[in-house]
């Protein structure tokens, strides 16, 4: 039983950023995120006593029938492509290109949109042969194992497939409990020096997961809601730490990201892991990922003494009103301490902020823009509300009739797809381009940018930043 694990093409302008993204769109510039989730799941089909490839279409380069061809050679007996909304309807052309070259093969797709779509998607593509929902490690590990000892796929939790002509919803699988029970990501078959982010500057770089699921219900998220679900689970310090220590002993790893939703939401935890790396000497940097109302000095000193130099923050607004209308859980207050506390301990922050929520303004606008600027971060991202399906925001704008596509394409994130009574549908645009504008080229972040210049690896991020920067702008204005 051979198993191939895809990241399938994304044909057109920019570049596909789907695997580990939970906001999936086009980017212009070509910083492929490592495909952590894909990378578990080659690791548990491995693990089950299976033959396994792994094959990025995106990073490669491929367009849908190159990308069948080489699936044609390696002859898997079952494929998983990864999906997303904006990307679907090219996955699902990759499927058939994949049932045209290998008759025999089975189709499965995981993913946000198949799992919110999975009825219609079977039914109306015969190439697909099943999909699995919500969190998929364990399903595809079941449809496989199933698959090779020649057995139904009516026991397999968590399984839309199809049998003689007819689509069978199997039910829900629950949540994985105890997340150290999973493998360590297969670094040894998902490798490559080009999955790589715009923040990174070590030589060799790689992605860690430390926990699932986000108890917080902001209107926007997709994940909570389709994949990993409302419940927190994280990984013991101890097993986080040891696949640390892997990744830098076999590896050779250097930087670290850690992409969960919030890293530091269990606190002891957080500590835990921080002491851990010191204890037991495992020399790297990272990035961390986390909410402003989970940050205290302590916290943040541990991380600085454990190797943390950047953390990732999810601001979103500077509005009040506009924070509630999310159902962010945060207040403008909480952003400024935890953005001093971070300056004050030496870790350089991001700050992420959305633009087009129903309930938007040009005066909220305004107000966002100017706490971008008086936050003071390292750097900062604006984005467009992409209204995914899934997410509340996708049901609101629905049922109100705002939302604005005519294709799934749309959902890529290079146009606004939100017009309220009060925001009509261009203003996000023109704010996310307007406030890169404003926060970026200004004096003052001039200034603090070089001041906080220490060393050649700083020089070279903050001209790696600044080229994406001035790429970004002119892609949007493209658009």
């Known amino acids: 039983m051979k198993v191939l694990i895809t990241n399938p093409p994304w044909p057109g302008e920019g570049f596909g950023a789907r695997s580990d993204v939970r906001w999936p769109h086009k980017r212009s510039d070509k910083f492929i995120e490592y495909p952590i989730y894909l ?32 699936v044609a050679k390696i002859k898997p007996d079952v494929v998983v492509l990864e999906c997303s909304t904006p990307s679907i309807n090219f996955d699902l052309q990759s499927a058939a290109a994949i049932k045209k070259a290998l008759p025999s093969v089975r189709t499965v797709l995981v993913g946000s949109h198949p799992t919110v779509y999975h009825r219609e998607i079977m039914n109306e593509n015969p190439e697909v042969s099943a999909i699995c929902r919500g969190e998929f490690d ?116 250097d930087e670290v990201y850690f992409d ?36 205290d000095e302590e916290v943040l000193r541990a991380m600085k003494s454990a190797g943390c130099r950047y953390i990732r923050f999810g601001v979103e607004s500077g509005s009040p009103r506009m924070l509630k209308l999310m159902k962010k859980g945060i207040t403008p207050e909480q952003a400024m ?25 040009e005066e909220t606008v305004r107000e966002t823009i100017e706490f971008a600027k008086k936050l003071k971060p390292g750097s900062a991202q604006f984005a467009v509300a992409i209204p995914h399906p899934g997410t509340e925001l996708f049901r609101t704008t629905t049922e109100k ?37 404003e926060f970026y080229f200004r004096p003052s972040f001039f200034v603090q940018t070089i001041l906080s210049i220490k060393n050649w690896d700083d020089f070279k991020s903050v001209a790696k930043s600044a080229r994406s920067i001035i790429s970004r702008i002119g892609f949007f204005n493209k658009n």
């Open 39 to 70: 990378a578990y799941l080659v690791a548990i089909v491995r693990e089950s006593g299976y033959q396994v490839a792994f094959l990025d279409a995106i990073l490669e380069d491929l367009d849908i029938q190159q990308f069948a061809r080489r």
């Open 138 to 253: 364990y399903t595809v590990r079941d449809l496989v194992r199933a698959r090779a000892e020649g057995r139904s796929w009516s026991e397999v939790l968590g399984l839309t497939w199809r049998e003689d002509g007819e689509i069978r919803v199997n039910p829900d699988r629950p949540l994985i409990e105890n997340l150290d029970e999973l493998p360590f990501p297969a670094r040894d078959l998902v490798e490559s020096p080009y999955y790589r982010q715009g923040t990174f500057r070590g030589k060799r770089c790689t992605t860690v997961v430390t926990s699932r699921g986000c108890p917080f219900h902001c209107t926007y998220c997709l994940w909570p809601n389709t994949l990993y679900g409302h419940d927190f689970r994280g990984r013991s310090a101890e097993n986080v730490v040891d696949e640390l220590e892997e990744a830098v002993k076999k590896y050779g790893i």
């Open 337 to 361: 301490e935890t953005f001093r506390l971070s300056r004050k301990v030496g870790i350089r922050t991001q700050a992420f902020f959305l633009f087009g929520v129903p309930g938007e303004t």
């Open 260 to 295: 969960d939703d919030s890293m530091a939401l269990d606190r002891q935890r957080m500590l835990d892991i921080c002491r851990l790396i010191v204890e037991r000497g495992v020399k790297f940097e990272w990035i961390s990922q986390c909410r402003v109302d989970s940050m």
């Open 401 to 437: 009739g705002w939302i604005r596509y005519r294709r799934w394409e749309d959902f890529s994130s290079c146009l606004g797809m939100i017009e309220t009574p009060e925001f009509p549908l261009d203003a996000a645009e023109r704010a996310r381009v307007r406030a890169y504008k």
